[in-house]
C-alpha cells in the first residue's frame, strides 16, 4: 500500500500545477511586475523584483523617504498580494496588485486605507530619498 501511496503521488508530480499539490511554491512572478512604480495619488514609490526567485517589494515615501515594512509577499497567479506597514503612524494595509497593462497596475487596498491606486512604470533606477539635509 505504501508503494502505491507513492505511486500516485510521484504520478501526481507529473501533471501541471505539481507546485501546489507539494507545497514548494507559488507561481513565478511575471517580469513584467518588475520595475519602479509610482502613483498620482500618493507619494509612496514601489520597487517589485524577483530576488531568488521570489517576488520582492521595497516601498518608500518620495517625500520623506520613510521605508515601508512590508510582509506577506506573495504571488497566486493573478494578483501580486502584500501587508504594507508605515512605522510612522502605524497604518497596516494589505494590497492585492493586478497588471492592468504593459506599464501600469492596479492596487486593490483593505485594512487602515481601503481603496484602487493606478500605477505607473517610471524608467530609470529608484529615486529614493536620503535625508542629506
Request: overall charge negative.
Amino acid at each position: 500500500m505504501k508503494t502505491l501511496a507513492f505511486s500516485l503521488f510521484a504520478l501526481a508530480c507529473l501533471v501541471p500545477g505539481c507546485a501546489s499539490l507539494t507545497g514548494t511554491g507559488s507561481p513565478p512572478l511575471p517580469e513584467s511586475f518588475c520595475g519602479t512604480w509610482t502613483c498620482a495619488d500618493t507619494t509612496a514609490e514601489y520597487s517589485i523584483t524577483n530576488t531568488n526567485d521570489r517576488p520582492t517589494i521595497a516601498a518608500w515615501s518620495s517625500v520623506t523617504g520613510e521605508e515601508y515594512k512590508i510582509t506577506d509577499v506573495n504571488y497566486d497567479g493573478v494578483a501580486l498580494h502584500a501587508v504594507f506597514k508605515l512605522p510612522s503612524s502605524g497604518h497596516v494595509t494589505r494590497s492585492a496588485i493586478t497588471q492592468t497593462g504593459a506599464n501600469s497596475l492596479r492596487e486593490s487596498c483593505t485594512g487602515d486605507w481601503t481603496g484602487t491606486l493606478d500605477w505607473t512604470r517610471r524608467g530609470g533606477p529608484p529615486q529614493r530619498y536620503f535625508g542629506l539635509d
